[in-house]
């Protein structure tokens, strides 16, 4: 009877410790101060605990939403260590860009560091990186290939449905305001010209960018590729429409004379794969509603 009662009491301890890891490894929570980190997370079904600038992330990402239950841990640059500390995540996962966060970050739960828009890199491959990357951590492997497929899918559906040819269509330059006078223009190794290789687009600019795929420049610079569609991704920087509507030099350069322009809503410029789905959707959706971008009519 002693050794049936010492076995039932070691099987429910072994059971209870099973419990507890099941129940560990369900609650493991991922935290992350970078959006791109938390659009991919998020796209892939990871459980996570903290984002940070929500608000921010809401006007400049938009997509995938954050869940409510998802707290808010403050500036991306200054997070609130205090509000992190409540619920440590398993670990915070941080891009090169926060990597002097790390010693603070670290006394809360262990840091992991993920890169993307490495210089001298394929944007496209580094995307599906890190989808992969993220998709083993938080054990979510089968949903990051999936993400992957989904995207490939979504960007052969796009080019090979799309009713004008590539030549057919006039070469874009694609920009975000800084200011009313100042604009970033994306070319090689940013997300948006990585999409437009997959949707078989040209990009207009043909100048170097740095290592995040954009150079900042005033908008006189435009004026210097007249038979290009200006695509512009919101936000706008607030009173910069109403200024551009009084520009004498906005109102010159030939894309604004001519109505060759395109605005979308706001598209993470630095994300990933989630990022990029939405930018090819939404660009294609507004190419084929603005006939102004074709080559013929520019003539």
Not at 149 to 156: D, K, P, S, V, Y
Not at 249 to 274: E, K, M, T, Y
Request: aromatic residues 8%.
């Amino acid at each position: 009877m002693r050794h049936t009662s010492l076995f039932c009491l070691l099987a429910r301890c072994g059971l209870f410790a099973a419990c507890l890891l099941s129940i560990s490894n369900a609650q493991a929570q991922w935290a992350t101060v970078d959006w791109t980190i938390a659009e991919t997370l998020l796209a892939i079904d990871a459980p996570v605990s903290s984002v940070a600038q929500q608000s921010d992330y809401r006007a400049w990402v938009g997509e995938p939403r954050i869940p409510d239950n998802v707290s808010d841990m403050g500036l991306r640059t200054q997070p609130n260590l205090e509000l992190l500390a409540q619920v440590p995540p398993e670990q915070t996962l941080i891009s090169p860009m926060f990597a002097g966060l790390t010693p603070r970050l670290e006394k809360i739960a262990p840091v992991t560091l993920f890169s993307l828009y490495s210089p001298g890199t394929d944007t496209w491959q580094e995307m599906q990186t890190l989808t992969r990357q993220l998709g083993e951590l938080t054990e979510r492997q089968p949903q990051a290939e999936q993400l992957i497929e989904e995207t490939q899918a979504l960007m052969a559906t796009l080019r090979e449905s799309r009713p004008l040819s590539q030549s057919e269509i006039a070469p874009l330059l694609m920009v975000q305001f800084m200011d009313a006078r100042h604009v970033r223009v994306f070319g090689e190794n940013s997300l948006y010209n990585a999409v437009l290789e997959q949707l078989d687009l040209s990009n207009a600019w043909d100048q170097a960018t740095n290592a995040w795929g954009f150079a900042l420049v005033g908008i006189e610079t435009l004026a210097r590729y007249p038979e290009a569609t200006l695509v512009i991704i919101d936000p706008l920087p607030a009173g910069a429409e109403e200024k551009l509507a009084k520009s004498g030099l906005w109102q010159q350069l030939p894309s604004v004379r001519h109505d060759r322009i395109v605005r979308l809503p706001p598209v993470w410029s630095f994300g990933a794969l989630p990022s990029a789905q939405r930018f090819a959707r939404k660009l294609t959706t507004a190419l084929e509603a603005a006939p102004s971008v074709s080559h013929q009519g520019n003539e």
